[in-house]
């Protein structure tokens, strides 16, 4: 088995589909965002609503802008429909499903109002003015009032679904830009369904006036008597062929899948998880999806969102390495070389990967899990504290009491800690394990390691004397540090996952403490700890500890509570 190496000088086309996707969305969704707030013009008046039209159409009809808009419209559908064939499973969120769903309806509900506008503008030169749409839909035909207005709900909330995903991958979108955008998103609609509906009460009080009607339609320009059929007959065509078109994709992909059932197997193994099999073809996210594999991701699959990520230990054929976007995403969260996005490789052969988030990682919680949270092999140092002669303690004690006195203990303990620049790692009921230096060297780490135990000292002190009553003696604790490599990385499982480190390092810290009862001492620190802090210690506590499954001795210092006083604060 190899590793597969990443390379950086694979040449991708100049725009992608994903992203001619989301600009031609956007460009639609400022199309429509116009369009609204034109209708919420109608609140004011119907002169001011006609004078909005006016400029709206200079704008949007301008040829340029004609071509843009209409290429933006064919590129998004077929571009959205080429990704539904494409997808390898259909297992999606409940918003992307939403998504899916309302755009399926747009073209169902809008072609008419599409061909009874543009369309008939342009072909037979017909005045579609803002008071023809209004006095067509509102005062002649309330019921295709109603579904003209449902469709652009529709056209609504599915852009509003888009520019969210899109947004919520921003790491500025936070704070209060959320709610800002809610309230502006509920805002706009209300805003023009209202001045919609105010601009058909004035029309439907002029529509009375004989003269003003018959002004009306001679200004309206109809040259084709049947242009009303013509239009309505043209819109049941299209959406024939449209459902056509659905089922015929449908149907390909039941094709397509039943052949992949032919395809070669490649196998997965998750480390974390199960081994399965699957035709090749698709990307390890849809593989996971299928098989109902936990797998993060924010963004759906589209390779933005870098939730996804696995690090590939091992793979018996080469990846396709990354094109630039998926570089881009991986370098932005500082990935190392063997870590590649879930729904950007295709397995082709035997592969052994590790996803690296939690299922349940949002874009809210993506930034507390940095490289180490992945797994990284770092030189950390580490302490175990534990009170000595709790049992006895506590076996003279109500459960209460108890409870109480380990909870002073670990705050007490804890602050100290921190205070000194650890990290508490985990309590162990009358003990605990601490870390130092993850974000800093390893002599920074020993050095505050040190500190934290002399600190840990003299909150001990003060425990002790808070406690003077209810305690028969004082508390005494025994100390271990030790330095070394340790595998440090997000670990556990629910909500008991968290940055913890695991291998000898973290044995040898844990047998240190242990010693310090044998010895008779209160702390144990390996002499890698006091090279690495930079200090030396009399002469007469280092000794020569053997350690269980060590052949060699471990060279360590035995200490005394007064030996920590030298330390510097």
Not at 166 to 174: A, R
Not at 195 to 220: H, K, M, S, T
Not at 238 to 259: E, H, K
Not at 504 to 513: F, G, H, I, K, Y
Request: glycine share 8%; with cysteine; charged share 15%.
């Amino acid at each position: 088995m190899t590793n597969p190496v990443k390379s950086k000088f694979r040449i991708a086309s100049p725009i992608s589909k994903a992203r001619l996707r989301m600009a031609s969305g956007l460009i639609l969704f400022v199309y429509v965002l116009t369009h609204f707030l034109n209708h919420a013009l109608g609140l004011y008046s119907l002169p001011l609503m006609e004078a909005g039209g006016t400029y709206f159409k200079i704008f949007w009809r301008f040829p340029v802008i004609s071509i843009l808009l209409y290429g933006a419209l064919i590129a998004h559908v077929y571009l959205t429909l080429g990704h539904f064939y494409k997808r390898q499973t259909l297992s999606m969120s409940m918003r992307e499903w939403l998504q899916v769903f309302l755009g399926i309806l747009i073209p169902l509900f809008m072609v008419l109002h599409l061909l009874a506008t543009r369309f008939a503008n342009e072909v037979y030169a017909l005045n579609d003015s803002y008071t023809y749409v209004v006095l067509a839909t509102f005062v002649q035909s309330p019921a295709s009032g109603i579904l003209n207005v449902i469709g652009l709900l529709i056209v609504w909330v599915h852009g509003c679904i888009g520019i969210y995903a899109w947004l919520k991958l921003k790491p500025w979108y936070s704070g209060y830009l959320p709610s800002i955008a809610l309230i502006l998103a509920a805002l706009v609609p209300v805003l023009a369904i209202n001045g919609f509906v105010a601009a058909g009460r004035e029309l439907e009080w002029l529509a009375e006036d004989p003269d003003w009607l018959a002004r009306y339609y001679q200004n309206l320009n109809i040259t084709d008597k049947n242009l009303g059929n013509i239009v309505t007959e043209m819109a049941l065509i299209f959406r024939y062929a449209f459902v056509g078109l659905l089922a015929a994709i449908v149907s390909l992909r039941l094709v397509r899948q039943f052949n992949s059932r032919q395809n070669t197997q490649v196998a997965i193994d998750y480390l974390d998880g199960p081994k399965i099999n699957h035709p090749a073809g698709s990307s390890l996210l849809e593989i996971s999806r299928i098989h109902n594999i936990p797998h993060a991701s924010v963004c759906g699959g589209r390779g933005r969102c870098s939730t996804c990520r696995v690090r590939i230990l091992s793979s018996n054929l080469e990846l396709s390495p990354p094109d630039s976007e998926e570089q881009a995403v991986l370098d932005r969260v500082r990935a190392p070389g063997d870590v590649r996005l879930a729904c950007q490789i295709i397995p082709k052969g035997a592969i052994k990967v590790i996803r690296l988030l939690p299922a349940e990682a949002t874009m809210k919680t993506l930034g507390e899990y940095s490289n180490q949270a992945s797994g990284v092999e770092q030189v950390v140092t580490v302490l175990f504290a534990d009170i000595r002669g709790f049992t006895e303690t506590s076996e003279a004690k109500l459960p209460f009491d108890v409870v109480y006195l380990v909870n002073q203990f670990s705050i007490a303990m804890g602050d100290a800690i921190e205070a000194s620049g650890g990290k508490v790692d985990k309590f162990l009921g009358d003990g605990l394990m601490a870390l130092f230096g993850i974000s800093s060297t390893p002599q920074e780490g020993s050095l505050a390691a040190l500190k934290a135990a002399k600190q840990m000292r003299l909150a001990l002190n003060e425990l002790n004397a808070k406690l003077a009553d209810d305690l028969d003696e004082p508390l005494r604790i025994g100390i271990g540090i030790h330095a070394g490599p340790v595998v440090l990385g997000e670990m556990g499982y629910g909500a008991s996952r968290g940055l913890t480190a695991i291998g000898d390092t973290v044995n040898t810290a844990s047998r240190l403490e242990a010693a310090t009862k044998k010895l008779g001492v209160s702390v144990c620190i390996s002499d890698n700890v006091a090279k690495l802090a930079g200090y030396k210690f009399s002469e007469n506590t280092v000794q020569q500890l053997a350690l269980r499954g060590k052949k060699l001795k471990l060279p360590i210092h035995a200490l005394k509570i007064s030996d920590l006083d030298a330390i510097p604060d």
